[in-house]
Nanobody, 122 residues
Framework: QVQLVESGGGLVQRGGSLNVSCAASGRTFSPNAMGWFRQAAGKEREFVAVINWIGGSTYYADAVKGRFTISRDNAKNTLYLQMKSLKPEDTAAYYC???????????????WGQGTQVTVSS
């Protein structure tokens, strides 16, 4: 019913910046939360950031706080993640997700994109 498509991933040098986006489509789209998660090779998917779609409150993982900024454009049904001061450990496939609850748990999200790869070179 709802499709999420990430874009904007790529290769960036350590200390650089990169922005990724997630476009949502569907007959109806009214999530309570949209979030970003990432999964590095050989590791489990981890929480990055989440935003309350209505109120706009945000929560960040400690590893990215102060470097990443999550935002959304409700009119465009688009989620953004601005990343700066990137580190090699940020290298992962980045996924956007939408769900009913503002939470950091992957299992609570109903819809997922296919991911966009972000690679940070040293």
């Amino acid at each position: 019913q709802v499709q999420l498509v990430e874009s904007g991933g790529g290769l960036v040098q350590r200390g650089g910046s990169l922005n990724v986006s997630c476009a949502a489509s569907g007959r109806t789209f009214s999530p309570n939360a949209m979030g970003w998660f990432r999964q590095a090779a050989g590791k489990e998917r981890e929480f990055v950031a989440v935003i309350n779609w209505i109120g706009g409150s945000t929560y960040y993982a400690d590893a990215v706080k102060g470097r990443f900024t999550i935002s959304r454009d409700n009119a465009k049904n688009t989620l953004y993640l601005q990343m700066k001061s990137l580190k090699p450990e940020d290298t992962a496939a980045y996924y956007c997700a939408a769900g009913r609850r503002v939470t950091q748990r992957t299992m609570d999200y109903e819809y997922w994109g296919q991911g966009t790869q972000v690679t940070v070179s040293s």
